[in-house]
Each structure stands twice: as structure tokens, then as C-alpha cells.
């Protein structure tokens, strides 16, 4: 775990409501992993109080050396703020933090799904994946309210990504819920995916991961929560979870720590 | 802060010696581990961990945390691995440090809370018991410990009788008057107090209509309650002659001086490690420049200096 | 807002009518000129005047006010022309607007309230009398009447019994328990409640060493407080059947929201005058936007529905 | 009374502490007398969260129209952020506000005092002075603690200013208390100013309205206290000055609607 101040590189709009910021910062580029996020505070001041966890949305080893890419949609106080920033001025970030995605043991078919902002820390993870060896086939299905929402779509192709494109407007792709389409698709699929990672709305991530379990398939889920420290102190961010063996239900885990990142199957869905 | 420095902020807290009075609030710091190497244990003043009770407790239902202006809102329902797993698990990992450990410590009965210090009176590696009474009490129908003096006198009494600890008592500011729990404790026999505890909040989504945290009611910390420690402080201090421990908002070294000048002994720092974890090393090399700025050397030398005449 | 709009700001509060629930606090604008025509009086729900006793008082020395994280002290020392000369100066310039115009009250002791509402109710222009008993009591050595469940019943029962205007009983803060003077302001018979007024805080210049105020303790408001203010009108809602006029804090359109969802039929607005003069109006037309935004029509549509259920 | 935005047309540091920033927003820039001041929102946020006082250093007629300059020393955290705003970000000010100077009515002699950032309402005045038809004398004493401090001597100069300087470190004019000197002058002059206008610190117009008084010359005095309103509404911003007839002693005055600009004999000196 590190703090450091990175220098913003690049902040720029790909929609009206989601930036791309690109951020140098050697030491944490080095250290971390797809899907562990950081705790980044937007200011000096004491309003906004508390920091705000972000993804890594893409790692470049080379542009320059040591920099990567959040992805981030304004949806309050500190999101409008983050957008207002400029090239040359400074964040400080906490991290990496937390438990990111493992890539699946076997080699072959991998499905992602995403909705909305939920698409932010999947490209890493795609690009790691991608470099590891595994030839796929790669499937990233992509829902959105609008056809806005869909951004990073060539960056999936270039990975060698089949992308099936949803909205809930019909805008773009197919019409209605990417949980619904997805799961039509899958029955008629050959072969079932080795692991579904998944990142969304928290009735998504479910339908995903019940979906997952029907089918016999391990699901990777990135969950969110309402953070204070980011790291395991103040026991904020709890996410109700089956109780392991010996442990007092309901059992809350902690998404900084345990997650954000968990199988499906841990998470007790209400 | 070279061992040679000049400068001592060194401190004594009634029965404790600390080598700087700044310490970590019980809750926001875990059980000691959770900020790994950024800051390294060996330099505070103390390690409060999170309030540990007999039973290993769930806690509330999520969500437990709302940000408000200058604070946030908590109510993580005294979550705790309880007594057991604390003495297992946490208290070997701290023990091997040169960093004074307190215990904070909460139960829902008075026996409960006599049973706790009893059980962790026993244990190396511990230097001091807080008395968390700022919980409810299940027999009273939930109304807290620390808002009755009568509740204060006979919790604070059983831990007392039951350890040869230090006992640090831990007041809740959401009295009326401060000094009454504050003279309850004393007379209880604590040796030291601490205080604030966070103040009672709560925040509504104006969208949905309903509260931010499922609990409803949560406690607020951070930089927003400062004015309000500071001022119980200082009629704490000026109603006891027991040593007090200063909290509630510290961010900055001057939030921390503010407190030490109206005469707390040592500070805690709660919320601020979350906004900034490395605050509390920046707290204790401040003290020391402030110190070599004013000519000083002994940071005793500013303890209780409030200035009332102009 | 055009007066055909099809959407209806207006509340009842006990025995008032306003046209919508925004009213500005006591003593944070003034005797209702000093922000001219950057507010149009007749646009506000109500406009409370700065506190008035018997005779003019010329409050505590400077320094009286110190800003802090989302907050200020003040320690105004209840500074006011006097009885006489707001009836004369004051009262004039008010009685010919379009608003609700609520007289502050305090005194030294319980006989002085009951005065001042005698010698109030007669004046033509003054819609309803609220009761600051935040103030110390001289004769119970300075200990605010607000505090003392007893004390509350007397003040309240000496205006009650000396006017037949409305009677609003603003509850300080700086109690364990604000259903306690809550009920015993009702059962004297006071029409509506309002709160909270300021938490008791403080602050130091690390530098001087010297209090931030010349009264050393002050009173704290702003942002800061909101979460307090809200949690305690959301305790007295559910203890008590009077109308509550919320306040602390507010500064938002959801801030306001926040209040009335919990229960509060009206709001105040204090500290956020001086940051934005026009923020009553913009909470005003805000409260439009949000009833179309949610499809109502009405602004008591919103009152009391805070959603308890997951 | 207006509340309006300003753009910031420039934002330029003059010494390590001091800046100057430009403002334009003509309606205000139409209505402000020297001595009056703005009450100024330095930004969207809670923290900090009160308006700052600041009063105008010299207005701009003609470039552009409809513009000023605030002169500011940077001493906290709300002059910190001024001090960080740039070029084309707006300020939202409220004003004008309070009494300002008022104009000799004979004219003549006029003697001007300013300690350090005491200088700021002084050129503004002394330019309306020399607009005035009034030919003179004018001089200015200008008192700080280093060379540093004493800026916009030469724009005195171009008004027809006879400038003398004082610094505590001697580093420029003479050594010492701008007041000690001053008063030794004075007793030299064979003409006494018509009126003395005088900002700084308090000791310093302390020591302002003594000499004044003891030479029968009127003073007037910008004087400072802090404050929550800037329009009489909260009490805060009190001084205490000499009761009127039938108003009980001590009487606080507002400085926000009072002053800021006082009568040396008002002011209750303790
Ligand atoms: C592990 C993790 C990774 C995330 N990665 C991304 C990302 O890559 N891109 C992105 O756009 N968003 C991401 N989010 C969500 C992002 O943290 C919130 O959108 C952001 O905190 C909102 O801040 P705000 O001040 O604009 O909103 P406000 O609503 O003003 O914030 C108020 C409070 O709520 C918290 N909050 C609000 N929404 C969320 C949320 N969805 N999750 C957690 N806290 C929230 C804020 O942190 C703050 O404490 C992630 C969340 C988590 C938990
Ligand atoms: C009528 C008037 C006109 C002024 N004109 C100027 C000017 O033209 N140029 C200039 O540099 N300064 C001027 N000042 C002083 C200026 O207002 C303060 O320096 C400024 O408010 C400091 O803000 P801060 O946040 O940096 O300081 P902080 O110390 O962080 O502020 C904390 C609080 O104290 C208040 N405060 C601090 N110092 C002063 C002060 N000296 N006077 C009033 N309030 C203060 C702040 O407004 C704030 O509420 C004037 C003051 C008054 C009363
Ligand atoms: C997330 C959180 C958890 C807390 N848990 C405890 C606890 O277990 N026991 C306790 O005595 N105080 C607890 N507190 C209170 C803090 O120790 C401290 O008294 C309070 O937050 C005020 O200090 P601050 O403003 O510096 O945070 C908790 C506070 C927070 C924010
Ligand atoms: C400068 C100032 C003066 C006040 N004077 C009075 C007063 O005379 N009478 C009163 O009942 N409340 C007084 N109050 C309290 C406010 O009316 C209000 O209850 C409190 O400030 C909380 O609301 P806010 O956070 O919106 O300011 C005063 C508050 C301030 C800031
Ligand atoms: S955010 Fe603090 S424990 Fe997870
Ligand atoms: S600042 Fe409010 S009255 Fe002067």
C-alpha cells in the first residue's frame, strides 16, 4: 500500500457524463493489479471530507512509462470535481487496495460482463488476460442506458474481443437488459465460458452470478460500497456475505479488503 | 525526529508514560495492522483499537457510512471478532511493538463490560482499557450507558474492580453536561478520560426518502464536531483534575495544539486518517516545529496555557 | 414562480399559513432591511428578527464570530435595540410587506419573557412569537433555561399566558434528551416547535494561545451541525404532534428537503444567508423543480414520508 | 447592494505575499465609493465556507470598462485559494458595501497613512481626490515591515503624491514606526493637512486618530473586524465606539455597515 501524488497527465470528456484521466505515477503503476482499485483525494480542502475509490481502468507500461488511465463518470460533489481538474495539477492516491480479479486456471473461453461505469475496470483486466497467453475466445457483454454509455468498444476488439452491445433505450445494439440477452445467448452457446468476470449494478451482479451458478460457471464479481478508509479500519464498506465456518451470521464482509472483487458465490444476495 | 532532537514531547497520563501524545481513535485505525507500513506503529503515542466486546459482533446492516459537510456519519454497529479472536489473533501482532496498546471495550450489560476487563487483565502487551460508554444499554432499552451518571458510575466501577489497568472512560457528547458523567467516572475511580465520543446524526436521500445509513441514527465525526470537543474539553478540564485525552475533528496540528492549550494531555486522531493516513506522523513533527518556533522545548510547556485575559 | 403555477408551496404551521415552508432565522437577518432588495421579503415563507429583550443590550465584546470547518462560532451576546426601539424603528418598516413576520424573544429571567410577549401582543404586523431559550438564566447562575425541562415549562407558560399570538419554543441543542424539553414546551402550551438552535463550541489560536472568541464558548451553526439538527427534529416528529420548524445547517434545496421529509412542516434558514444572500430563493424555486422532477403537485405530499423499510 | 459574478481578468503575484487581481463586472464597478468594500465568495465549496472582505485597490474606467483590482496579501486559506484562481474564473461578489471615504470639503492639503496591506483602499481614493479639482497637497505616509510591502508607491507618484516611506528593517526609507516618524514631520509642517485618511493596523490607527485629535485635524479610518454578514444582518463585525446620546455604553458599532471607515473620535480606543 502506497501514498503518493500522481501528476494528471490527460482529463478529458467521452461523453457528457465520463472522463478518461490519465495519471503518472510509477510506484503504483508497478504494484497493481487488475481490479484492486485506489482511494483517491480530489483536494487539499475538507470539502469533500473523505476520499473516493477509483479502478484502474487501463495500464500503459510506456506512455509514458509508469502512467494509467481511471475512468470516471460525475455523479456527485467529488466525481464534478475530479472534472474540473487539469493536465499538470496533482491527485494524491492510496493504494493498490484490495483483492482484483485472478485469471481462470484453464486456459480458453472467458465472458465479461458490464454495466454502465462498470466497464471501468474491465479493459486492465482484458489487456492482462489477453498477455497471459489465453487465446480465448474473449466475449464482453456491454449494457448501458444509452448508446453514450458504450465507450472503450474498439479497445475490446483490438484485444480480440467479440462485443455484444445493449441498451436500455435500444439506441445502440440490442434493446432491454444486458442480463436478459446475455443469458439467451449463453444457452445457445456451445461451449460454456471457464469464468464470468462481472462489474454493474448491484441487480445485474446478481443476475449475473445466479446465472453463473445455474450454469456450473465460476463468476468473478467487482462490488461496490460506500468507503471510509479504504483499507480495512473502520468497517464501512460491508457487503452481507455467507458466513465461512465458525463466524457469527449475518456475516458482513468488508469490499476494501476482502473485495472488491468476490466469487459469487460468497455474496448472500438480498 | 532524530533521538537526540532537543525537543521532548513526551508526556504522562496519569498512570501511562507516552513518547508523544498523539494516539489513533479506537475504530478508524482497525486493530493496528490495516495501514501496513505507512505508518509505522513504533512512532505514535498509542494504538487504541476498535472496541472490542465478549461476543463477536455483526454489526449493523450496510449501508453504515454517509459523508456530510466536514464529517461523515457512522453506524458499523460496534462490529467486533470479540474477546477471543482479539486475544488470538490481533493482540500477538501488536504486542511485540514499542507502541502503548489500549483496548477499547463495550458491553450491552454492566456485568458485560466487568467480564471484559476481568478477561483482559491477565494479558501481556496490554497498557491501558477504554470504557466505550457510548453504547446502548440493552436493559435500559437502549439508551446509552454514558448519558446516565448513575449507568457511568457503576460501568466504570466494575472495570474497575476487575483490572489493575489504567482505565481511560471515554465520555459521549451528547449530554446535556458534560462535567456530570465526566465527575460519575471519576468518582468511579477511572484514571483517565477521553472524550468526545461522535455526536448523534443523521443524513436523508431527498431522492428515495429514505435515511443514508440503514441504521437511521449514526454518529458524527470529523473536522464539523471540533468546536463542540473543544469546548466539552475544556470544561472537563476545568470541572476535573483527572488527565484528559483531547478528540474529536483533529486533522491538523493546529486542531491538536488547540486541544493540548486547553489542557488535554494527549490527543486522538479518528476520522482524519482516512482523508490523510500519514496525519498523525505529520501531527507529531509538527508539534515539534511548533515548539522550535516558539522558543520552547518541552511540549509540557504548552499543555493547559489557554491565554483568558486580554 | 408565476402565482398561476400548478404547484402549491404553501404549509400550515399550527395556527399559521405560510405560502411556502422557507423562512430565514433569527439573527442571521437582521430586523429584515439589511439585505435591500437582494431579497424580496414578500417571496419568503417567514422572516424571523434578530432575539429582542426589554431593554437594549449591547452584547459580548469582539472578537464575536470564527469560522470553522463548515461552520461558524458566534458569541453575538444577544446584541438588540431593545423592546421599545423595535416596536418604533423596526416593526414599522416590516408591518406593510406580503410576509409572515415572527418576533424572537428572550430574557434575563422567567418574568421577562412573560413581559415582553404582554407588551408584544398588541402590535399590529407581528404574526407569531418565538422563544430563544438558549439564553442563560441569571438567576439560575447562567444555566440556559433551554436545558432544564422545568425552566422550559415556566418560560414557555409565562408567553403563553401573555399573548394570543402563536408561540413558537425554539429547544436548544445542548441536551441529552431533546424530546424532554420538547414535551414540557407542549405541555405550556406552545403551538409549534422549532430547532435547533446553536451547539456550545469553541475555538483557540494555537499562536496567541488566546480563545478565538472574547466569550471564550460560542455558539455553533452552518453545514457543519446539519446531521444534529436533522436527527433531532426526527426525534421530537416522533415524540411529539406539534408542527416542528426545522433548522440547522441548511444551505440546499436537499437540505431543506431533508427536513421536511422527516417531518418538519417548515425550515429556517440561518448561516447560508451569509454565504449566498439569495439562498432562500433558490431553495424556494428548488422545492418547485423537485415536486415536478417527482411528479407532485404539492409540497405536503413530501411531509413526514420518510421511508423506514429496505 | 448587488450579488453578481466577476470574471478574473488578471491574477498576478507583486512580492511573495502580495497580488493584484483584476476584476471585471461593471454594475458593481459603476456604484463602488474608495473605502467601500466587496464581500467575496471565493468558491462553490463548504470549505472555506464565509465570505472574505476585500476592499477595491483601483478601479478601471476604460480597461476594459467596467473593471477593478483587489489588492491581497495572502494570509490564510481563503487568500491562499485566491491566490491560486486564474485568469477567466469567476468570483461571485457582494457589494458595494459600508461607508466609505468621505471627500474633504475644503480643499487643500490631505495626508494619507497606510501600514503594509493597510495601502489597498488608498489608491482608489487618491485617484477620486485628484479627480476632484482638488490641486494639493497630497501626501502619503506608507509605513511597512520591508521593502516588500511597499508597493504602487509609483502610481501614488503619477498622482501628484509626495510618498514617504517607513520600514521596520529599514531596508527602504526610514527606519522604524511609520507613526513615530510621521508625527515628527508633522510638527515641521507650517500647514496642517485639511483631513488625515489613514489604514492599517490597529495600533497604528490608534495612533492615527491620537495625533489627529491632538493636532484638531479630522481623521477618517478603514478600519477591520471579522465578519460573518458584511451587510449588518449578524452583529459580528463589531468595534466599539463612543455611545451616541441615550445608547447604553459600551456600544459596538458594525464595521461592515458603520464603517469600515470610522471618525478617529468615534472609535472607543482600548
Ligand atoms: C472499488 C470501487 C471502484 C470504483 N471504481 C470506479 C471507477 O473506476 N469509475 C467510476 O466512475 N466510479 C467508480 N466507483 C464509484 C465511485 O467511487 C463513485 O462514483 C464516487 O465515489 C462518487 O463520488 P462523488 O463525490 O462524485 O459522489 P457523491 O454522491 O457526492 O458522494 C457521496 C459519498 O458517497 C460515495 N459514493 C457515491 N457513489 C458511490 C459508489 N457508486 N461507490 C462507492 N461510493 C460511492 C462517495 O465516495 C462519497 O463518500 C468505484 C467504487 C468502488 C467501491
Ligand atoms: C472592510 C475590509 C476590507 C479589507 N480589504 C482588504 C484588502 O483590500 N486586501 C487584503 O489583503 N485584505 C483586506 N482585508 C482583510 C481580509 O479580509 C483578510 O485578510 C481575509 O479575510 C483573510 O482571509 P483568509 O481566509 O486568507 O484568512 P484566515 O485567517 O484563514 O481566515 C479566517 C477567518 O478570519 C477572517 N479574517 C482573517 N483576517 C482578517 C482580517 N484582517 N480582517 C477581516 N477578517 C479577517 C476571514 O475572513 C475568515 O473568516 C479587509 C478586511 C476588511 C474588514
Ligand atoms: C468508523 C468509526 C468507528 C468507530 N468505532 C468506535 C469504537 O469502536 N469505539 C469507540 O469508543 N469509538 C469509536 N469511534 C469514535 C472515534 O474513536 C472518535 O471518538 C470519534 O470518531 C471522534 O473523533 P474524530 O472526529 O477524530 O473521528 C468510531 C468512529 C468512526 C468514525
Ligand atoms: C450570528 C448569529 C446570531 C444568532 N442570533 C440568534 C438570536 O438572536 N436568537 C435565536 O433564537 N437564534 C439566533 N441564532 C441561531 C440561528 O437562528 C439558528 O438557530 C442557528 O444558527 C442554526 O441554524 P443555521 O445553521 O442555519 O445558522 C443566531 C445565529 C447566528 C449565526
Ligand atoms: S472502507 Fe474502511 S473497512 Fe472498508
Ligand atoms: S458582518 Fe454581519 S453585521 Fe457586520
Known amino acids: 500500500m502506497l501514498l503518493r501524488n500522481a501528476k494528471i497527465i490527460f482529463n478529458k470528456p467521452v461523453s457528457a457524463e465520463l472522463y478518461h484521466m490519465g495519471l503518472l505515477c510509477p510506484d503504483i503503476a508497478a504494484k497493481i493489479q487488475p481490479g484492486q482499485f485506489l482511494m483517491v483525494r480530489i483536494q487539499d480542502r475538507l470539502d469533500p471530507l473523505l476520499r473516493r475509490p477509483f479502478a484502474v481502468h487501463r495500464l500503459y507500461p510506456n506512455d509514458p512509462p509508469g502512467s494509467f488511465e481511471m475512468l470516471y ?18 491527485l494524491n492516491l492510496l493504494g493498490p487496495l484490495g483483492r482484483g480479479f485472478r485469471l ?12 454502465g461505469i462498470g466497464i471501468a475496470p474491465l479493459p ?61 445467448w449463453l444457452t445457445q452457446q456451445d461451449e460454456l465460458p471457464k469464468v464470468m468476470y462481472s462489474c454493474g449494478p448491484y441487480l445485474m451482479q446478481r443476475s449475473v452470478a445466479e446465472m453463473a451458478a445455474r450454469l456450473g460457471i465460476p463468476s468473478q464479481l467487482s462490488m461496490e460500497a460506500l468507503m471510509g478508509c479504504g483499507v480495512g479500519a473502520c468497517l464501512s464498506c460491508s457487503l452481507r456475505c455467507h458466513p465461512p465456518k465458525g463466524v457469527q451470521d449475518p456475516h458482513y464482509a468488508n469490499v476494501c479488503q476482502d473485495g472488491p472483487v468476490f466469487d459469487g458465490e460468497e455474496i448472500f444476495w438480498d | 525526529m532524530a533521538n537526540d532532537s532537543p525537543i521532548s514531547l513526551a508526556v504522562e497520563l496519569g498512570p501511562l508514560r507516552l513518547k508523544n501524545p498523539v ?12 495501514y501496513g507500513d ?21 454489526g449493523n446492516p450496510p449501508p453504515r457510512i454517509w459523508e456530510t459537510c466536514g464529517g ?27 507502541v502503548p496498546v489500549i483496548v477499547n471495550l463495550f458491553g450491552n450489560t454492566v456485568e458485560d463490560y466487568g467480564k471484559l476487563a476481568a478477561a483482559l487483565d491477565g494479558h501481556e502487551g496490554i497498557d491501558a482499557l477504554e470504557i466505550n460508554i457510548s453504547c446502548p444499554n440493552v436493559k435500559a432499552g437502549g439508551m446509552a450507558f454514558g448519558s446516565d451518571p448513575k449507568m457511568v458510575f457503576q460501568v466504570v466501577s466494575a472495570v ?19 462535567t456530570v458523567p465526566a465527575k460519575a467516572a471519576e468518582d468511579a475511580g477511572t484514571d483517565i478520560l477521553s472524550l468526545i465520543n461522535t455526536v448523534a446524526g443523521m443524513a436523508v436521500d431527498a431522492k428515495t426518502r429514505r435515511p443514508r445509513l440503514a441504521n437511521v441514527v449514526g454518529g458524527l465525526s470529523g473536522p464539523a464536531i471540533k468546536p463542540i470537543a473543544l469546548r466539552m474539553v475544556w470544561q472537563v478540564i476545568q470541572a476535573s483534575n483527572l488527565p484528559v485525552i483531547g478528540l474529536g475533528g483533529i486533522i491538523s496540528v493546529e486542531d491538536a495544539l488547540e486541544f493540548l492549550i486547553v489542557g488535554a494531555r494527549a490527543v486522538q486522531v479518528g476520522t482524519a486518517n482516512f482523508v490523510n493516513p500519514q496525519v498523525t506522523l505529520e501531527i507529531i513533527s509538527g508539534l515539534e516545529d511548533y515548539l522550535l518556533r516558539q522558543g520552547l522545548k518541552d511540549i509540557n510547556e504548552i499543555i493547559g496555557t489557554l491565554e483568558l485575559t486580554r
Chains 1, 4 share one sequence.
Open chain 2, 38 to 58: 505507512l505508518v509505522p506503529l513504533e512512532r505514535l503515542g498509542g494504538v487504541v483499537v476498535k472496541g472490542i466486546s465478549l461476543e463477536p459482533r455483526s
Open chain 2, 72 to 98: 461523515m456519519l457512522n453506524s458499523i454497529g460496534l462490529q467486533n471478532v470479540g474477546l477471543r479472536a482479539f486475544v488470538e489473533e490481533k493482540l500477538p501482532l501488536l504486542r511485540p511493538l514499542q
Open chain 2, 160 to 178: 474497575r474492580s476487575e483490572t489493575k489497568l489504567p482505565v481511560i472512560t471515554k465520555l459521549t457528547p451528547n449530554v446535556t453536561d458534560i
Open chain 2, 23 to 34: 494516539m489513533v481513535a479506537s475504530g478508524t485505525f482497525g486493530y493496528g495492522q490495516e
Open chain 1, 124 to 184: 486492465y483486466l482484458a489487456e492482462t488476460l489477453a498477455a497471459s497467453g489465453n487465446k480465448g475466445p474473449f466475449v464482453l457483454w456491454f449494457g448501458g442506458k444509452t448508446s453514450t454509455d458504450l465507450v472503450c468498444v474498439q479497445h475490446f476488439n483490438d484485444l480480440g474481443f467479440a462485443v455484444q452491445l445493449v441498451t436500455e433505450d435500444g439506441s445502440e445494439g440490442k434493446k432491454g437488459l444486458v442480463t436478459g440477452h446475455l443469458e439467451q
Open chain 1, 104 to 115: 481462470p486456471q484453464d486456459k480458453g473461453f472467458v465472458l465479461m460482463v458490464a454495466g
Open chain 1, 73 to 90: 463518470k460525475v455523479v456527485g460533489r467529488g466525481t464534478q470535481l475530479l472534472a474540473n481538474m487539469q493536465r499538470g495539477d496533482f
